[in-house]
């Protein structure tokens, strides 16, 4: 008998490492095709007008040049807004490329050039000629801000802010001590590094298997279907070259290469450049306003936040920004409001624990602010508050294993070191800072179904339409079927990635492991059943014993004390002859556990930085993440989650930034030279810490999910350590050296 | 270098051992290395992050040292070794830093992956890493929008240390 293995908590490698080392995993601009086209997109250069004439004669004469699509010869598409609106849609009216001569915002795909080559589809695309009657737009915020609104319908699946509870302007006069302070955070490109591709192969009658960089291939193929009318599409994910929520909404290479498929009944590719990825979605323009009140023990007395977020001319694109500071801290006087401003830009959309990244680096600034007002230790300050309950939903906790975040990190990282007085600690001709923040993420289950197979030689196989965006699905999956036949991780074969798999949502919210997960463990689980109720029935010397003292253990079927007969499950398969056994598993959020609990994973980040204040330039010399979230499934692949959220809060504190140029309203660094993200010299040390949390109540498999936790607080904690470094409290991102050295 | 030009369409023959194999091939002046690659000769282990040069997903060696594909027009290669992710395993066993890779989890998407190990060996033949921030400052050419650059680090200081015990032959 195979010795008893175990998986769930293990470091294991990836299962598709191999793959991904040896180049040989496939992103959905690799896959080939028979005499496959090739397209290449021509952008707008103005912000908001019309389009009078485009010129394309040049472009056609070219060799290679198949056909020119624009708004003049695009073929009929859905007319309905609701065709349109993909599963993560926003309210609005969702873009629709190529639709009419009117220009929304610069870098709005006005044509589309396919050729034999690509060399060829991109020399026409440079000579197709437009001219524009050009309208007045507006790409700045604090312009914009003057007719912000209130989003008059609500976006699915974002709260709104929390009601107003208590007397909040009485408890801000009450104060011993306030914090009034504005904070702003510019535009945050996603940029993964793959580019944004869609390869259509077409097949007679229309029939499309489409390999698509998208965060869920059945919402691409859902929303394919809905806006062509078409009844049989197929679209592949099996590798995404990351995301980041940007894949979460079909982008507009999947509309365009799909439409020129159709017409021209080939297979077509397109690849989108760099600089047009800087136009599909952004973590939006935010301005916050904080005002926070204490009494001379530093508890939170009242508390004020109000968000101010850029959106496009065309949807309502809403996040949770201000809803964190009603559940972070225990504080009984408190009002929220959230408003949007309509700016010449595409539709922002969710990047990396939207709303939570920008919304905590506001409060946990003034969290800071407040402690050195008080003359209270920030660490102290955040235990004096902890909050025991949800106070915007009136709920208990799941679990919250925040305080031992806080001790765990501030041990790991040495905050007992730390000199209370700001520019109080040097090292050489550097100042040294400490900051710490705390993070909270939402932990959500989504509807979710696997299938499993146990085949006859034991094997077992894992079947769902999740994705893998670099987060480790395929490893927890393997690992989590694994665990319930005891088998080695080799002999899982898990297929994902595609749309024609069972139910999956798309990869978002940090649900994926413990929704997809639980479906998982719930259909292994259901076929343990059977195979109990197969023995129970069908084996003599098992009927006189109740099912539920029978259990499935290495490959037989025994009873749960040990004593009495065995069968093992090759043969009882063998004596049904079934060639497998398969089970459908589904998960879901439950519904009445949620009416009394709420879960999220928390965090507390530890920042060392240096700043050297005669050339300006701040370094992050260290990070300890202490991190809450439930059961670690597999703590190598999570502390990677850790440390990728992590790295990109430090590009959100000290380099990104999209620059406007609010006279052509263009994004003016639309390239990976001039938008810096994050190289490998900027990133010294990192800790990861998962501390014990035990939670039976969020999901059966007892996972919060890691995706998103990682990059909360990190900002804060950043602008802390330098507030402590230099005595200069920066609240606009990115903290660059013009805002450190003036 | 001799390579021929076809005078009607412009276009060159070249030859290039890719990955062991050598071959002949018709090639427009203006296609870089990196297109070659990943089109017509369908190895699409080599990666396109943004065709400036700006992120190192393309990255490749050429007779052992590593340059940006895209940056690189094919026929300005006539007669070079160019060794792709894809030619880096013996058969079945994978090269020491693609080992690496995967024991320290030093990716998680994958996509610039095979642009980061091709710098990683290239760095490796250099010679002039040795300490942790010599890796980090000379692995900056390749960027990992998923964050994985600690775990780079231990990737490639590992096989550093391989390397730095191996006697010498």
């Keep these: 008998m195979a010795p008893s293995v175990s998986h769930i908590g293990q470091p294991r490698n990836r299962v598709d490492g191999r793959l991904k080392v040896t180049g040989a995993a496939r992103y959905a601009a690799e896959y080939q095709a028979n005499e496959l086209l090739h397209g290449y997109v021509v952008v707008s250069t103005i912000a908001a007008g019309r389009i009078v004439a485009i010129d394309t004669r040049e472009a056609r004469a070219m060799p290679g040049v198949v056909q020119i699509f624009t708004h003049l010869d695009r073929q009929g598409v859905s007319w309905w807004d609701r065709d349109w609106q993909d599963d993560t849609a926003p309210p609005g009216h969702p873009f629709r490329p190529l639709h009419s001569d009117r220009i929304l915002y610069d870098g709005q795909p006005i044509a589309l050039v396919i050729a034999e080559s690509f060399e060829a589809a991109r020399n026409a695309a440079d000579v197709v000629h437009v001219l524009y009657e050009v309208a007045p737009h507006q790409t700045d915020i604090h312009a914009a801000e003057a007719d912000q609104y209130e989003p008059p319908k609500k976006r699915e699946g974002v709260p709104p802010p929390p009601e107003p509870r208590g007397d909040l302007d009485q408890a801000l006069a009450e104060a011993a001590f306030r914090v009034d302070a504005e904070y702003e955070q510019p535009s945050e490109h996603h940029n993964p590094m793959e580019l944004f591709a869609s390869t259509v192969i077409y097949e007679e009658n229309d029939k499309l298997t489409i390999y698509d960089k998208t965060q869920g291939s059945q919402n691409a193929q859902q929303f394919v279907s809905a806006v062509f009318d078409l009844d049989d599409v197929k679209v592949v994910n099996a590798y995404v070259g990351g995301a980041f929520g940007s894949g979460l909404r079909p982008r507009y290479q999947l509309f365009l290469a799909v439409m020129a498929a159709l017409k021209l009944k080939r297979s077509v590719r397109l690849e989108l450049s760099r600089r047009e990825m800087f136009y599909l979605s952004y973590r939006p323009i935010t301005l916050q306003k904080l005002s926070i009140g204490a009494d001379s023990n530093g508890k939170l007395l009242a508390l004020k936040h109000h968000a101010v977020q850029a959106t496009s001319l065309f949807e309502d694109y809403q996040e949770a920004v201000v809803n964190w500071s009603g559940l972070a801290y225990q504080c009984d006087n408190a009002a929220f409001s959230y408003t949007l401003s309509q700016v010449n830009t595409d539709t922002p959309g969710d990047m990396r624990a939207p709303g939570a990244a920008t919304g905590v680096f506001a409060l946990e600034t003034a969290m800071d602010e407040l402690s050195y007002a008080a003359g209270i230790d920030p660490l102290e300050l955040r235990l004096r508050n902890y909050a025991e309950r949800d106070q915007n939903m009136d709920k208990e906790f799941t679990s919250k294993a925040l305080r031992e975040c806080y001790a765990e990190g501030a041990e790991h990282f040495g905050w007992s070191k730390r000199q209370p007085t700001p520019r109080s600690m040097h090292d050489g001709k550097e100042l040294v800072g400490y900051g710490m923040a705390s993070g909270f993420w939402d932990a959500q289950v989504n509807k979710a179904e696997a299938k499993v197979r146990l085949l006859a030689d034991g094997s077992v196989e894992v079947l769902t339409a999740a994705s893998d965006i670099g987060t480790g699905t395929y490893t927890i999956l393997a690992q989590i079927a694994a665990e319930a036949f005891e088998i080695p991780i080799d002999r899982v074969k898990v297929s994902i990635g595609a749309s024609d798999l069972p139910t999956s949502p798309v990869e978002g919210g940090s649900w994926m492991a413990a929704s997809v997960g639980s479906a998982v463990h719930l259909a292994a689980e259901a076929i343990k059943t059977k195979l109990i109720h197969r023995a129970n029935r069908h084996h003599e010397a098992f009927l006189p014993i109740a099912s539920a003292d029978l259990c499935v253990e290495a490959g037989m079927v025994k009873k749960t004390d040990g004593t009495g007969p065995t069968i093992s499950v090759a043969e009882l398969m063998q004596a049904a002859q079934w060639d497998a056994v398969e089970e459908t598993g589904k998960a879901g959020p439950d519904m009445l556990q949620m009416q009394k609990y709420i879960s999220y994973t928390h965090s507390a980040v530890f920042v060392e930085v240096r700043v050297d204040e005669q050339l300006g330039v701040a370094r992050v010399k260290r990070i300890v993440s202490a991190i809450a979230a439930g059961k670690i499934l597999n703590p190598k692949t999570a502390r990677s989650q850790i440390l990728g959220g992590v790295v990109m809060g430090v590009g959100m504190a000290m380099h990104e930034e999209g620059l406007f140029d609010h006279g052509t309203g263009r994004i003016m660094n639309h390239n990976l030279a001039e938008y810096h993200v994050p190289a490998n010299a900027d990133i010294e040390d990192i800790e990861v810490i998962f501390v014990d949390e035990h939670d039976d109540k969020v999901n059966p498999i007892g996972v919060k999910g890691l995706g998103e936790i990682g990059i909360v607080g990190v900002a804060a904690a950043i602008g802390n350590a330098i507030y402590h470094a230099t005595g200069k409290r920066l609240r606009t991102l990115p903290f660059t050296i013009d805002k450190i050295i003036s | ?169």
Excluded at chain 2, 98 to 121: K, L
Aim: charged content about 20%.
């Design chain 2, 1 to 169: 270098m001799p390579e021929a030009v076809a005078p009607e369409t412009g276009t060159h023959t070249i030859s290039l051992t890719i990955d062991g194999a050598e071959r002949s091939i018709i090639v427009d002046p203006w296609t870089t290395l990196l297109d070659l690659l990943r089109g017509p000769l369908g190895k699409t282990g080599t990666k396109k992050g943004c065709d400036h040069g700006q992120c190192g997903a393309c990255t490749v060696l050429i007779d052992g040292k590593r340059i940006n594909s895209c940056l690189t027009l094919a026929v300005m290669k006539d007669g070079a070794e160019i060794t792709t992710i894809e030619g880096l395993a013996t058969g079945d066993d994978l090269h020491p830093m693609q080992q690496a890779f995967v024991e320290h989890d030093a990716f998680q998407c994958g996509y610039c992956t095979p642009g980061q190990i091709c710098s990683a060996v290239g760095l490796v033949n250099e010679g002039h890493a040795h300490e942790r921030h010599e890796i980090r400052e000379l692995m900056s050419g390749n960027i990992c929008r998923c964050g994985a650059y600690t775990n780079i680090v231990d990737a490639v200081q590992s096989v550093l240390d391989q390397t730095a015990k191996a006697p010498t032959p």
